[in-house]
């Protein structure tokens, strides 16, 4: 069973950046798909970027598209999360997520997913 912890997170102004880490362990993690997922107060959980198992397929939702991106180093079985350009409505607790498969394809639902961790909780003040 995949295990996920999640790093990263904290208080940024506006216009700032973060990088978000997702440390796995357990099964082979090149087995598996990685996506980033979030939910804000009040809010259900939402897709935030998915990365195929070799790396060799991204996927972004609208709102972060050109400002996030996702990245995995096998080597070191984790996956990130670079924020670039953060906003007040991208404040949420962000989660890492693993699926095992080796098929490249757009992994959006939650349920989707298998694996998840606990969370890292991400402030974005205007």
């Known amino acids: 069973q995949v295990q996920l912890v999640e790093s990263g997170g904290g208080l940024v102004q506006a216009g700032g950046s973060l990088r978000l880490s997702c440390a796995a362990s357990?099964?082979?993690?090149?087995?598996?798909?990685m996506a980033w997922f979030r939910q804000a107060p009040g809010k259900e959980r939402e897709f935030v970027a998915t990365?195929?198992?070799?790396?060799?397929?991204?996927y972004y939702a609208d709102s972060v598209k050109g400002r996030f991106t996702i990245s995995r180093d096998s080597a070191k079985n984790t996956v990130y999360l670079q924020m670039n350009s953060l906003k007040p409505e991208d404040t949420a607790v962000y989660y890492c997520?693993?699926?095992?498969?080796?098929?490249?394809?757009?992994?959006?639902?939650?349920?989707?997913?298998?694996?998840w961790g606990q969370g890292t909780q991400v402030t974005v003040s205007s």
């Open positions: 990365i195929s198992w070799n790396g060799g397929y991204t």
């Open positions: 357990g099964p082979p993690f090149s087995r598996y798909a």
């Open positions: 997520a693993a699926k095992p498969t080796t098929t490249a394809r757009r992994l959006t639902l939650s349920y989707e997913y298998d694996y």
